[in-house]
């Protein structure tokens, strides 16, 4: 009979640590490691996109995230019930599951997972001097974009909500053509440049019509003198832009064999 009652002692004990054993489990840091939108998942780091949440003891949390150039750090306290922690930042709550060395979120079906351990920064492919304007001949396609330092690939557009949005370009000696649609709601809109090579770069002087000059002008913004084309290490170019003050790169691939150019 004593037996039994010191096992039922131990056990109770046991149980009693339970939850301060799995509270120590979660102090510390965790970052946003995997971020599944609308059935595709994603590295948050890939797309210029970082979040950390610290767990600190007496239930106090902070949490600070980066993102398009815009960083935000904010307080909040949590608090432990089984595997389900609540979070509370600002009078709002929200619940995560701890379990298996991972604490995952799930919100309007966006489903986040933190881990302990940093993501890697990914860095992007760099680009590269041209040897001649030659080397930007020929037809390219709209393969990723690049928005105030977020990188989306076309294959993740429909999962971030980007729907419409198509670019083409067309490169030929001092002539540049494309067709480029920002949006559902935005259209195609079509333009001839003329180009000049310059520091292993196009360069294509940017001219606006006086009405829309007017128009930013009233909104403070202003434009580049040039867009330029750069080569990319990979192969890929990039097209950089400005639309209504906000910067913006165009990675294009080929999807023909350059263009042939008349004799000299």
Same mark, same amino acid.
């Given at each position: 009979?004593?037996?039994?009652?010191?096992?039922?002692?131990?056990?109770?004990?046991?149980?009693?640590?339970? !939850?301060?054993?799995?509270?120590?489990?979660?102090?510390?840091?965790?970052?946003?490691?995997?971020?599944?939108?609308?059935?595709?998942?994603?590295?948050?780091?890939?797309?210029?996109?970082?979040?950390?949440?610290?767990?600190?003891?007496?239930?106090?949390?902070?949490?600070?995230? *980066?993102?398009?150039?815009?960083?935000?750090?904010?307080?909040?306290?949590?608090?432990?019930?089984?595997?389900?922690? @609540?979070?509370?930042?600002?009078?709002?709550?929200?619940?995560? @599951?701890?379990?298996?060395?991972?604490?995952?979120? *799930?919100?309007?079906?966006?489903? =986040?997972?933190?881990?302990?351990?940093?993501?890697?920064?990914?860095?992007?492919?760099?680009?590269?001097?041209?040897?001649?304007?030659?080397?930007?001949? =020929?037809?390219?396609?709209?393969?990723?974009?690049?928005?105030?330092?977020?990188?989306? $690939?076309?294959?993740?557009?429909?999962?971030?909500?980007?729907?419409?949005? *198509?670019?083409?370009?067309?490169?030929?000696?001092?002539?540049?053509?494309?067709?480029?649609?920002?949006?559902? @709601?935005? =259209?195609?809109?079509?333009? $001839?440049?003329?180009?000049?090579?310059?520091?292993?770069?196009?360069?294509?002087?940017? *001219?606006? !019509?006086?009405?829309?000059?007017?128009?930013?002008?009233?909104?403070?913004?202003?434009? !580049?003198?040039?867009?330029?084309?750069?080569?990319?290490? $990979? =192969?890929?170019?990039?097209?950089?832009?400005?639309?209504?003050?906000?910067?913006?790169?165009?990675?294009?691939?080929?999807?023909?064999?350059?263009?042939?150019? !008349?004799?000299?």
């Amino acid at each position: 009979m004593k037996k039994l009652i010191s096992l039922i002692l131990i056990l109770c004990m046991a149980c009693m640590l339970i !939850p301060a054993m799995a509270e120590d489990d979660i102090l510390g840091t965790w970052y946003l490691n995997e971020l599944t939108l609308n059935g595709t998942t994603v590295s948050p780091a890939s797309v210029g996109m970082t979040m950390s949440y610290t767990f600190k003891e007496g239930g106090e949390l902070e949490v600070k995230g *980066e993102m398009m150039g815009e960083s935000n750090s904010t307080t909040g306290t949590w608090s432990l019930d089984g595997s389900t922690i @609540t979070m509370t930042i600002e009078g709002s709550s929200q619940t995560a @599951t701890f379990a298996d060395g991972k604490i995952t979120m *799930e919100d309007q079906g966006q489903v =986040g997972t933190l881990t302990k351990d940093a993501p890697e920064v990914q860095e992007k492919a760099k680009t590269v001097a041209a040897d001649s304007e030659e080397a930007f001949f =020929g037809s390219w396609t709209l393969n990723a974009m690049d928005v105030m330092g977020m990188y989306v $690939d076309k294959a993740q557009f429909e999962s971030f909500g980007l729907t419409g949005y *198509e670019a083409t370009m067309t490169v030929e000696a001092g002539k540049v053509h494309t067709v480029i649609a920002m949006g559902e @709601t935005m =259209g195609e809109t079509a333009t $001839d440049y003329t180009s000049k090579f310059e520091d292993g770069k196009l360069l294509l002087p940017v *001219e606006l !019509p006086e009405d829309q000059a007017k128009m930013l002008e009233s909104l403070g913004l202003t434009m !580049p003198e040039f867009y330029t084309i750069e080569l990319v290490e $990979d =192969g890929s170019v990039l097209f950089s832009m400005e639309v209504m003050g906000m910067q913006m790169g165009l990675y294009l691939v080929k999807t023909d064999a350059a263009a042939e150019q !008349p004799a000299a």
